[in-house]
């Protein structure tokens, strides 16, 4: 039985938004990325593929399966992302209530140039996101320190290890 549906989103286009209670810590759904985007196999504009988004992980590229591929973003996300046993999940971080649409911060786990303005309409949006974690405000990048991925740790290592330092200080 499914946990969510995809309906009109108040933040952006479609959302994901949960069919019942989901407790903190609970397992919201499981994220395919069985569609790895590569050399050989680059999108398929007449399949439609360039209408979705794609997720930018350590060493690849895929592309985000229904309904996942329309979880919006929220600078107070009700969600993240962990990876266990090389299968990404998306967990509730905190209760979420039914109807209530899921979220997760893009920048958990972000990096590049990617500049937008936010749609997300919560007190503590900060308007205009830049992809990067790192460029996130110091309280926040502390405050998602526990919810980086191990992939993402090991890739930026030393940015996470001197975040970590400058925490205890």
Same mark, same amino acid.
């Given at each position: 039985?499914?946990?969510?549906?995809?309906?009109?989103? /108040? $933040?952006?286009?479609?959302?994901?938004?949960?069919?019942?209670?989901?407790? %903190?810590?609970?397992? &919201?759904?499981?994220?395919?990325?069985?569609?790895?985007?590569?050399?050989?196999?680059?999108?398929?504009?007449?399949?439609?593929?360039?209408?979705?988004?794609?997720?930018?992980?350590?060493?690849? &590229?895929?592309?985000?399966?229904?309904?996942?591929? +329309?979880? !919006?973003?929220?600078?107070?996300?009700?969600?993240?992302?962990?990876?266990?046993?090389?299968?990404?999940? &998306?967990?509730?971080?905190?209760?979420?209530?039914?109807?209530?649409?899921?979220?997760?911060?893009?920048? $958990?786990?972000? #990096?590049?140039?990617?500049?937008?303005?936010? !749609?997300?309409?919560?007190?503590?949006?900060?308007?205009? $996101? +830049?992809?990067? #974690? #790192? +460029?996130?405000? #110091?309280?926040?990048?502390?405050?998602?320190?526990? /919810?980086?991925?191990?992939?993402? $740790?090991?890739? +930026?290592?030393?940015?996470?290890?001197?975040?970590?330092?400058?925490? %205890?200080?």
């Amino acid at each position: 039985m499914s946990k969510v549906e995809v309906k009109e989103s /108040l $933040i952006n286009g479609l959302g994901v938004f949960s069919l019942g209670y989901l407790p %903190k810590g609970e397992a &919201v759904l499981m994220i395919d990325d069985s569609r790895k985007v590569t050399v050989n196999l680059p999108l398929d504009e007449s399949e439609g593929e360039f209408e979705y988004h794609c997720d930018y992980l350590a060493n690849e &590229v895929v592309l985000m399966q229904y309904p996942e591929r +329309h979880i !919006n973003h929220s600078c107070d996300p009700n969600t993240f992302v962990r990876t266990i046993l090389g299968i990404r999940y &998306v967990f509730a971080l905190r209760p979420i209530l039914p109807g209530e649409e899921i979220t997760y911060d893009y920048c $958990i786990n972000g #990096f590049g140039n990617i500049v937008w303005k936010c !749609n997300c309409g919560c007190p503590r949006c900060r308007e205009n $996101i +830049h992809s990067d #974690f #790192f +460029h996130l405000p #110091f309280e926040t990048q502390v405050e998602y320190l526990p /919810l980086l991925d191990d992939w993402y $740790i090991d890739a +930026h290592g030393e940015k996470v290890q001197y975040l970590l330092n400058q925490e %205890k200080m």
